[in-house]
């Protein structure tokens, strides 16, 4: 698929037909949601949460609760099918453009290993800035690119797939924090997963 600026994006439809994928990403993903939960825990009853960059959206519907509206958002109309079958709401864009929704729409906001395959990632943190609501919650994970761990995973999922992360915008702890800091109050930075995935919770 293209991005607005004419690169041709990787589609990862194709990695949630792979078993060994699926356990994977179901493994992974169990500290992913205990985070999120956390970080969502104070939101209000009926909550509006979008997800940005959703995959199969299978994070999302695990965390959104009763009544909330969950926005699953991506630009692979076969991902949105998956998420929309688990009960979100889809929506197709590229979050490589000014995302065409209102300001402060939504009290919380989830971007799950997508922004390192963004052309412009601070773009979009403050477009997601912009999309929240006073006090609204983001969580942004993605691979931390000064861990050893990190790093030594990466080389060897090329070597077995034969295929490149097409990780363009790639963050450390430092640069994820700055990031974070010099747009929202209150943020706090961490890694689960072995050092694999690292995340910022952070608040409008």
């Known amino acids: 698929m293209t991005t607005s600026g004419g690169r041709q994006r990787a589609s ?28 969502f825990a104070d939101l209000p009853p009926e909550a509006r949460i ?14 959104a609760r009763t009544g909330d509206l969950a926005v699953a958002a991506d630009v692979d109309l076969s991902l949105l099918g998956r998420a929309a079958g688990r009960g979100t709401r889809a929506l197709r864009l590229d979050f490589d453009t000014t995302l065409p929704v209102a300001d402060e729409s939504f009290h919380g906001a989830l971007i799950i290993d997508a922004l390192e395959h963004a052309v412009s990632p601070h773009r979009i943190l403050d477009e997601l800035y912009r999309l929240l609501r006073p006090r609204g919650v983001l969580v942004v994970f993605t691979p931390p690119y000064d861990s050893l761990t990190w790093v030594a995973a990466e080389g060897l999922h090329n070597l077995v797939t034969r295929r490149t992360s097409d990780h363009i915008s790639p963050f450390t702890r430092e640069s994820l924090a700055w990031a974070m800091t010099r747009r929202f109050a209150e943020v706090r930075i961490g890694r689960v997963n072995l050092g694999l995935s690292m995340y910022a919770v952070a608040v409008k």
């Not at 979008?50 to 965390?63: F, M, Q």
């Open 50 to 63: 979008v997800d940005l960059g959703c995959g199969a959206g299978t994070i999302l519907a695990r965390v």
């Open 12 to 39: 990862f439809s194709g990695y949630y037909d792979r078993p060994l994928n699926t356990l994977l990403f179901r493994w992974i993903d169990i500290r992913k949601v205990g985070v999120i939960r956390r970080a």
